[in-house]
């Protein structure tokens, strides 16, 4: 994974500062979040790995596969991918492209997990407490796990905010263990 990182690096890098300078961050993001997901696609990973197409074909062929219209600094983006045969790095280009724009615009990630579906209020409380506590803008992502039996358990970075009641019979039982 490292190797897809590193060479991912230098387009997300190189989108970001023309999506920056030309105010497009957003429409970047969204355009990335489409290419990014027709380029997962197992059929189109298999087409890649199986078919010897022309760059021309496979662009032609790539540029159809994506919902909406594309710009065409996007299309020319593509090309430059096909020609370098990087098309593959599209999701990890995404992923970085949104982590240089989350720090532009004082965001991060938080991934949120709970025992039980959270309804939009308290959705909306945690996400503000969760502000407060880290000065930034909280892009939330939720998803459910039964282990947890009660609370919520919070990955904000590096840190984790473990309020789950298996997290704390997980620390009691350490804490019996210990002694």
């Not at 025992?115 to 000065?135: C, H, I, T």
Request: hydrophobic fraction near 45%; aromatic fraction near 6%.
């Amino acid at each position: 994974m490292a190797e897809t990182a590193t060479l991912a690096r230098p387009y997300a890098e190189a989108v970001f500062r023309l999506a920056d300078a030309g105010g497009t961050l957003a429409a970047w993001s969204g355009a990335l979040r489409t290419l990014a997901q027709a380029a997962a696609h197992p059929d189109v990973q298999d087409c890649l790995a199986k078919y010897d197409l022309t760059a021309v074909q496979l662009q032609e062929l790539f540029l159809s596969l994506c919902p909406g219209d594309l710009s065409a600094e996007t299309k020319n983006f593509v090309k430059l991918l096909i020609e370098y045969d990087r098309l593959a790095l599209l999701p990890e280009i995404f992923t970085q492209f949104e982590t240089l724009k989350n720090e532009r615009e004082g965001v991060v990630d938080a991934q949120i997990t709970t025992a039980f579906e959270l309804e939009g209020a308290q959705l909306a409380s945690l996400v503000a407490d969760l502000e407060k506590r880290f000065k930034r803008k909280i892009n939330p992502r939720v998803s459910i796990d039964r282990d947890l039996i009660g609370g919520v358990r919070v990955v904000v970075g590096d840190e984790v905010i473990d309020g789950s009641v298996r997290g704390k019979l997980n620390a009691m039982a350490a804490g019996l263990l210990a002694s």
